[in-house]
């Protein structure tokens, strides 16, 4: 009989179908799980596959009394109380660095495309205006990228790769992070220091508590008037209030977003302005990258239900 | 008194706003110049300025007996019949490599953004789908770009830097030229060996006679059903008509294109398909590639009028 794995979080089919090769799939599509299956099935089961930023914490895992294993499709892993988890001798498993070239194509891809306005570009096209010759305000010339400072909010697998790409582009790079690295990018010592030196501004911290909202109304007024901010982290490191307030009074240029702070809800008061482009949460979402974070998941899983520590567990200090 | 110069195509005023500064400019708006200024005023030019890409022939340039430079704004000078030019003695300037960087920017924005669909995400996200679940087949998975195989048409100024940036990206990066240059990039000797093996093909050619209409149906084949085309050389490259045909009966996967045969017309049968991204030639439109460009358009007029060589001349074979 093949180990039970419960999917908590919603998933799209085709993302499960090598798991359901080697695995029975109890599928919640993201509803709570006491309400899809009977409190005897959630009592059998030992292993969780959930996606990193769905909130996790020390109720949900008492739903399941032999629980073993959360294992997290992707890198992220903010949604699981992993202090709860280690309380309860639950394993916490990830994908780490699976998505990361990934990753940081869908932050390049959002600063191009806002920073060169492509959306209002391919609109001009579209609806004739172009051939009209209709004057286009939003069409102005911008700075381009080697007249820009990059600056890299965390420097992690991601963060680093989003710079090397920068650094192709010819732009200045400099970032922030807890601790300096070895890499050839200018440190700053502060998240102010960063904004007020760069007019790209690209989050790529881990989310958590010391991260919660630190992208404020303060940072963005350092960003500027010709700043932009791209977040393809988590939603929940930028105070989105703010932004939308620094969007629409022009604080800032415009942003590129693939995180939310509620996904999979973008706020009408963002999705209504123009200077800005948005992502479903895309950023891991390339064939190959699939593959790498799944080939982590069922690692981390034959480990776990053959009694053995799992190859991708979080690292936690 | 200030020299004269006449504005041949089409530029917005705030473009001259340098050049009205050292010269009298007469302006056609891209109206044949002798319906807009007399036979008086124009046999009184010695100097035009022009886009690159407007057909400029003998016929044209017979308008203006006293002619002696054409300075085109940009990189590009397809539009001019250098031989009546020689054969006037009509010295011709442009200004090389001034928008490279901009120009290779906004070739990776067209790969990246047709590549990850962004077009496609960002109408998923503002339209309420994503908060719905709504499925969205266009936003399937594909390819991202470490593994994809990048090939360059060309390798002057711009498809260097197109090449250094794809290299960034983890993408294995092939060329076609006619020549082979001293890049640690893999040489093909034909275009159609290129299109065989890459699956994005970026075209950075110069236009002219022998690469008119080059992309054509045979290419576009060979490219494949996972392949992409990005065009911010010049439209008569590729052959519009099979390019609309490949994307229509899904050929090739998508497209980017920042010129078209007959600009400012982008053609609807282009217009109304979703795989590809469409911008209105912007490819040089940033505030330094501007600069750069108005720096050697200066430099030549200043150059034409003082009776020396013009700086940045057009280099025959």
Same mark, same amino acid.
């Given at each position: 009989?093949?180990? $039970?794995?419960?999917?908590?979080?919603?998933?799209?089919?085709?993302?499960?179908?090598?798991?359901a090769e080697?695995?029975?799939?109890?599928?919640?599509?993201?509803?709570?799980?006491?309400e899809?299956?009977?409190?005897?099935?959630?009592?059998?089961?030992?292993?969780?596959?959930?996606?990193?930023?769905?909130?996790?914490?020390a109720?949900?895992?008492?739903?399941?009394?032999?629980?073993?294993?959360?294992?997290?499709?992707?890198?992220?892993y903010d949604?699981?109380?992993?202090?709860?988890?280690?309380?309860?001798?639950?394993?916490?498993?990830?994908?780490?660095?699976?998505?990361?070239?990934?990753?940081?194509?869908?932050?390049m891809t959002?600063?191009?495309?806002?920073?060169?306005?492509?959306?209002?570009?391919?609109?001009?096209?579209?609806s004739?205006?172009?051939?009209?010759?209709?004057?286009?305000?939003?069409?102005?010339?911008?700075?381009?990228?080697?007249?820009?400072?990059?600056?890299?909010?965390?420097?992690?697998?991601?963060?680093?790769?989003?710079?090397?790409?920068?650094?192709?582009?010819?732009?200045?790079?400099?970032y922030?992070?807890?601790?300096?690295?070895?890499?050839?990018?200018?440190?700053?010592?502060?998240l102010e220091?960063?904004?007020?030196?760069c007019?790209?501004l690209?989050?790529?911290?881990?989310?958590?508590?010391?991260?919660?909202?630190?992208?404020n109304?303060?940072?963005?007024?350092?960003?500027?008037?010709?700043?932009?901010?791209?977040?393809?982290?988590?939603?929940?490191?930028?105070?989105?209030?703010?932004?939308v307030?620094?969007?629409?009074?022009?604080?800032?240029?415009?942003?590129?977003?693939?995180?939310?702070? $509620?996904?999979?809800?973008?706020p009408?008061?963002?999705?209504?302005?123009?200077?800005?482009?948005?992502?479903?949460?895309?950023?891991?979402h390339t064939?190959?990258?699939?593959?790498?974070?799944?080939?982590?998941?069922?690692?981390n899983?034959?480990?776990?239900?053959?009694?053995?520590?799992?190859?991708?567990?979080?690292?936690?200090?």
């Amino acid at each position: 009989m093949a180990d $039970k794995v419960l999917i908590y979080s919603r998933f799209p089919k085709a993302m499960m179908a090598r798991f359901a090769e080697r695995f029975e799939l109890l599928d919640t599509a993201g509803k709570p799980a006491q309400e899809v299956f009977s409190s005897g099935a959630l009592g059998g089961i030992r292993a969780l596959l959930t996606a990193g930023g769905t909130p996790l914490g020390a109720g949900a895992m008492d739903l399941f009394p032999k629980l073993g294993a959360i294992v997290c499709y992707g890198t992220g892993y903010d949604g699981i109380d992993l202090k709860a988890a280690a309380a309860r001798n639950i394993a916490v498993g990830h994908s780490p660095g699976a998505n990361a070239a990934s990753v940081a194509d869908i932050a390049m891809t959002l600063m191009l495309a806002a920073t060169r306005r492509i959306l209002v570009a391919d609109q001009y096209v579209r609806s004739g205006d172009w051939a009209a010759s209709k004057p286009s305000p939003m069409m102005r010339p911008q700075a381009g990228l080697p007249s820009r400072r990059v600056g890299v909010y965390g420097m992690g697998e991601i963060g680093r790769k989003i710079a090397a790409r920068c650094a192709a582009f010819e732009s200045e790079v400099g970032y922030f992070s807890r601790t300096r690295h070895d890499v050839p990018y200018q440190y700053f010592s502060s998240l102010e220091a960063l904004a007020d030196w760069c007019s790209v501004l690209m989050i790529a911290v881990r989310a958590g508590v010391e991260t919660h909202h630190v992208v404020n109304a303060d940072i963005l007024e350092r960003l500027g008037e010709d700043g932009y901010i791209v977040n393809i982290a988590r939603g929940s490191v930028i105070d989105e209030k703010a932004l939308v307030a620094a969007l629409t009074d022009k604080t800032i240029a415009g942003a590129g977003l693939d995180v939310y702070a $509620k996904e999979p809800h973008a706020p009408d008061a963002l999705t209504a302005l123009p200077n800005l482009v948005l992502a479903p949460h895309i950023g891991g979402h390339t064939l190959e990258s699939h593959i790498a974070m799944q080939d982590c998941v069922l690692a981390n899983l034959t480990a776990f239900f053959a009694g053995q520590r799992l190859p991708y567990a979080v690292k936690t200090a």
